[in-house]
């Protein structure tokens, strides 16, 4: 099965890229840096602070930056936001329990508080174990952008973002400025797989500017059916065959409302999602509200003052077959935090600041027994201060983060970039210090003596390429090496919770060739990622091979093709290939875990939009192949892998109505 797929995307990735590269011959033997912008370079020059405190290119900003647009997103159809996150280098997503998806990052497992995800300025992360559950989440068609650091982002937003950013930002009063009603609707042959919907309403007032969004929606795991996880299936306890369609689900809302006014923000959020697989169900309740003024002391210096409230009921859990929780307990945070931003001259910029937050959780079961019946409590504080020079040679970042935690202690993370644009070439050198800060489950139930932060060093290069205004190439390469790495390990009923292990990491390389044409565009990006061989941790080790970690495939390819075949109708092919992985799947005869390989797969996905003024009708279909990937705990955590989606049938319909200026 995978000699055929892998050829076949060779092929089609070399036909692509022939066709391009012929049709750009005579542009690159005239090549001009001085020419018109054009759609590529509007994208190009876009600016975004979300990898410093100062607004820069991507391809200036000091991080490797992925951004996807609200037309990417229309145009590929994305039914959520593991579609969007297959397509981006280096992400791929994984089963932590409960059927509960999250995502790996670069070869890693990275659902536990490496990946920090923001939706409209509010963490998403929950603040138990800092995970945040994928599939059929997040209203993706409502959002405007989102940008992804592919690379460490602690010194400017903590200990939740040790390997990566996600933030994704919606359609607000600046973008919208009206009404807008979508919805989603996802068949399988034999069940339906989402219906998904949701308003949101927007107004940029002169004085007050207001939005307003709600999104539902209800869907399930997996269609297959006759399931039985050979894992956790025995003869003292046997698993019951399950048709997934009809046992489990994916059930997702959120309401979000924000109001501006001169340099007055605030924000309300609440996000649910409830999930399960055939024995039991996780539910998540997180609410967060955000207040922040900006006060222009002067033309040159802005201070923010701001506060942050989060109130959560994350992984309650209990049993399918009578709704009884096994555990429900509340989270809450209350963060103050002081940023100051400093424009010293046109060249030199200065951000610096100051954090407080405390963290309480108590049990909600009637026992109360959890925490021994009391609150557990944890305080942190942090101080960072980062520096970006503007330099005919080069633009330098350097800065750092200190951060006290009363119950995990301290960590100390410097970061160091050099990146510039010379004409049609670009360069970013960058080396950072990342660190994960315990949750408070990690302290909790800790093993033997406390959990301390979890540390890494991340070493990165980008070299790019404009060989037209249409056209780009970039090329990164990253060393990763994380220590005292924080792993839930079950050694038995007694005796489980998380311990810190020695190291692990990855290394490898990504690649992204655009071409954007008038008519039609092309996106092309390889990612290749390989196990440290010296990573300690054994929950992540497979027999057969030392170059991957288990449930994570090494490399992945993706091909985005896009074509207006009228004004009005545009067509999208989007191609994923994904390299070999391995999975624990059935127990030897003692009862322990044995890993198999699963092969490579070819996701085939197809839409087809139509558009007229405020109205948007999209049809599509999803694995065309019908290659139906598994989804694997990315850990040896006595799970068997998911049972992959057929193919899916989709329906998309929207109607935006702008107010009269």
Do not use: C
């Given at each position: 099965?995978?000699?055929?797929?892998?050829?076949?995307?060779?092929?089609?990735?070399?036909?692509?890229?022939?066709?391009?590269?012929?049709?750009?011959?005579?542009?690159?033997?005239?090549?001009?840096?001085?020419?018109?912008?054009?759609?590529?370079?509007?994208?190009?020059?876009?600016k975004?602070?979300v990898?410093?405190?100062?607004?820069?290119?991507?391809?200036?900003?000091?991080g490797?930056?992925?951004?996807?647009?609200?037309?990417?997103?229309?145009?590929?159809?994305?039914?959520?936001?593991?579609?969007?996150l297959?397509?981006?280098?280096?992400?791929?997503?994984?089963?932590?329990?409960?059927?509960v998806?999250?995502?790996?990052?670069?070869?890693?497992?990275?659902?536990?508080?490496?990946?920090?995800?923001?939706?409209?300025?509010?963490?998403?992360?929950?603040?138990?174990?800092?995970?945040?559950?994928?599939?059929?989440?997040?209203?993706?068609?409502?959002?405007?952008?989102?940008?992804?650091?592919?690379?460490?982002?602690?010194?400017?937003?903590?200990?939740?973002?040790?390997?990566?950013?996600?933030?994704?930002?919606?359609?607000?009063?600046?973008s919208?400025?009206?009404?807008?009603?979508?919805?989603?609707?996802?068949?399988?042959?034999?069940?339906?797989?989402r219906?998904?919907?949701?308003?949101?309403?927007?107004?940029?007032?002169?004085?007050?500017?207001?939005?307003?969004?709600?999104?539902?929606?209800?869907?399930i795991?997996?269609?297959?059916?006759?399931?039985?996880?050979?894992?956790q299936?025995?003869?003292?306890?046997?698993?019951?065959?399950?048709?997934?369609?009809?046992?489990?689900?994916?059930?997702?809302?959120?309401?979000n409302?924000?109001?501006?006014?001169?340099?007055?923000?605030?924000?309300?959020?609440?996000?649910?999602?409830?999930?399960?697989?055939?024995i039991?169900?996780?539910?998540?309740?997180?609410?967060?509200?955000?207040?922040?003024?900006?006060?222009?002391?002067?033309?040159?210096?802005?201070?923010?003052?701001?506060?942050?409230?989060?109130?959560?009921?994350?992984?309650?859990?209990?049993?399918?077959?009578?709704?009884?929780?096994?555990?429900?307990?509340?989270?809450?945070?209350?963060?103050?935090?002081?940023?100051?931003n400093?424009?010293?001259?046109?060249?030199?910029?200065?951000?610096?600041?100051?954090?407080?937050?405390?963290?309480?959780?108590?049990?909600?079961?009637?026992?109360?027994?959890?925490?021994?019946?009391?609150?557990?409590?944890?305080?942190?504080?942090?101080?960072?201060?980062?520096?970006?020079?503007?330099?005919?040679?080069?633009?330098?970042?350097?800065?750092?983060?200190?951060?006290?935690n009363?119950?995990?202690?301290?960590?100390?993370?410097?970061?160091?970039?050099?990146?510039?644009?010379?004409?049609?070439?670009?360069?970013k050198?960058?080396?950072?210090?990342?660190?994960?800060?315990?949750?408070?489950?990690?302290?909790?139930?800790?093993?033997?003596?406390?959990?301390?932060?979890?540390k890494?060093?991340?070493?990165?290069?980008?070299?790019?390429?404009?060989?037209?205004?249409?056209?780009?190439?970039?090329?990164?390469?990253?060393?990763?090496?994380?220590?005292?790495?924080?792993?839930?390990?079950?050694?038995?009923?007694?005796?489980?919770?998380?311990?810190?292990?020695?190291?692990?990491?990855?290394?490898?390389?990504?690649?992204?060739?655009?071409?954007?044409?008038?008519?039609?565009?092309?996106?092309?990006?390889?990612?290749?990622?390989?196990?440290?061989?010296?990573?300690?941790?054994?929950?992540?080790?497979?027999?057969?091979?030392?170059?991957?970690?288990?449930?994570?495939?090494?490399?992945?390819?993706?091909?985005?093709?896009?074509?207006?075949?009228?004004?009005?109708?545009?067509?999208?092919?989007?191609?994923?290939?994904?390299?070999?992985?391995?999975?624990?799947?059935?127990?030897?005869q003692?009862?322990?875990?044995?890993?198999?390989?699963?092969?490579?797969?070819?996701?085939?996905?197809?839409?087809?939009?139509?558009?007229?003024?405020?109205?948007?009708?999209?049809?599509?279909?999803?694995?065309?192949?019908?290659?139906?990937?598994?989804?694997?705990?990315?850990?040896?955590?006595?799970?068997?892998?998911?049972?992959?989606?057929?193919r899916?049938?989709?329906?998309?319909?929207?109607?935006?109505?702008?107010?009269?200026?």
């Amino acid at each position: 099965m995978a000699r055929w797929q892998f050829g076949s995307l060779i092929f089609i990735f070399s036909l692509l890229s022939f066709t391009a590269f012929s049709q750009e011959l005579d542009s690159l033997l005239k090549l001009s840096a001085f020419t018109a912008e054009s759609d590529l370079q509007k994208e190009l020059n876009q600016k975004t602070g979300v990898g410093s405190g100062k607004a820069l290119t991507t391809r200036e900003t000091p991080g490797i930056l992925s951004v996807v647009t609200a037309e990417d997103i229309r145009r590929m159809g994305a039914r959520d936001i593991t579609d969007i996150l297959r397509t981006i280098p280096g992400f791929d997503i994984g089963q932590d329990v409960q059927f509960v998806t999250g995502v790996s990052f670069r070869g890693n497992w990275a659902n536990e508080g490496k990946v920090l995800f923001l939706l409209d300025g509010q963490q998403i992360n929950d603040l138990l174990y800092q995970t945040v559950p994928l599939l059929n989440n997040f209203p993706v068609d409502a959002v405007e952008k989102i940008e992804i650091i592919r690379g460490p982002g602690s010194a400017i937003y903590g200990g939740s973002a040790e390997y990566a950013v996600i933030n994704i930002i919606t359609k607000q009063a600046s973008s919208l400025n009206g009404v807008k009603a979508y919805g989603t609707v996802g068949l399988h042959s034999n069940a339906i797989g989402r219906t998904n919907g949701g308003v949101m309403l927007a107004q940029n007032g002169k004085d007050v500017s207001w939005d307003f969004g709600f999104f539902q929606g209800k869907g399930i795991v997996s269609d297959q059916n006759n399931f039985v996880d050979q894992i956790q299936n025995s003869d003292s306890v046997p698993y019951p065959v399950s048709n997934l369609a009809k046992v489990t689900n994916a059930d997702p809302m959120n309401i979000n409302v924000g109001i501006r006014t001169k340099g007055l923000q605030v924000r309300g959020m609440y996000n649910g999602y409830k999930t399960n697989d055939p024995i039991l169900f996780a539910k998540f309740d997180n609410y967060s509200a955000d207040i922040k003024y900006d006060f222009k002391i002067n033309p040159k210096l802005t201070i923010t003052p701001q506060y942050i409230y989060m109130n959560q009921v994350p992984w309650a859990y209990g049993t399918v077959s009578d709704g009884n929780y096994g555990l429900r307990s509340r989270a809450t945070r209350n963060l103050a935090n002081i940023t100051a931003n400093y424009n010293l001259s046109k060249k030199i910029n200065i951000v610096s600041g100051a954090v407080y937050f405390a963290d309480k959780a108590n049990d909600l079961l009637p026992s109360n027994t959890y925490f021994d019946g009391q609150d557990y409590n944890l305080y942190n504080y942090a101080v960072f201060a980062q520096g970006l020079i503007k330099h005919r040679l080069a633009n330098l970042t350097i800065g750092a983060r200190y951060e006290k935690n009363n119950r995990a202690g301290d960590a100390f993370v410097p970061r160091l970039a050099l990146t510039k644009k010379i004409e049609n070439f670009h360069f970013k050198a960058l080396y950072s210090e990342a660190f994960r800060t315990p949750a408070i489950e990690n302290l909790h139930t800790s093993i033997g003596d406390k959990v301390v932060p979890e540390k890494s060093s991340i070493a990165e290069l980008e070299l790019g390429y404009q060989f037209t205004p249409e056209m780009l190439l970039s090329i990164n390469g990253f060393a990763l090496n994380t220590n005292d790495v924080i792993i839930y390990e079950y050694i038995s009923l007694d005796q489980q919770g998380y311990q810190n292990y020695r190291r692990s990491g990855s290394s490898g390389i990504e690649a992204v060739f655009n071409l954007k044409k008038k008519k039609w565009d092309l996106n092309v990006n390889y990612s290749y990622a390989r196990a440290n061989h010296n990573s300690t941790v054994d929950n992540y080790k497979v027999p057969q091979t030392s170059n991957q970690f288990v449930g994570i495939p090494a490399q992945k390819g993706v091909a985005i093709f896009n074509y207006s075949i009228t004004k009005n109708i545009s067509f999208n092919t989007t191609l994923i290939y994904s390299g070999k992985r391995f999975a624990f799947t059935t127990n030897d005869q003692n009862g322990i875990p044995l890993a198999t390989q699963l092969d490579p797969y070819l996701l085939t996905n197809s839409f087809v939009n139509y558009q007229s003024g405020g109205f948007m009708v999209g049809f599509g279909a999803y694995d065309l192949l019908n290659q139906k990937p598994a989804i694997p705990q990315a850990y040896n955590g006595n799970y068997a892998p998911i049972p992959g989606r057929s193919r899916e049938f989709v329906i998309k319909v929207s109607y935006q109505l702008n107010f009269k200026k």
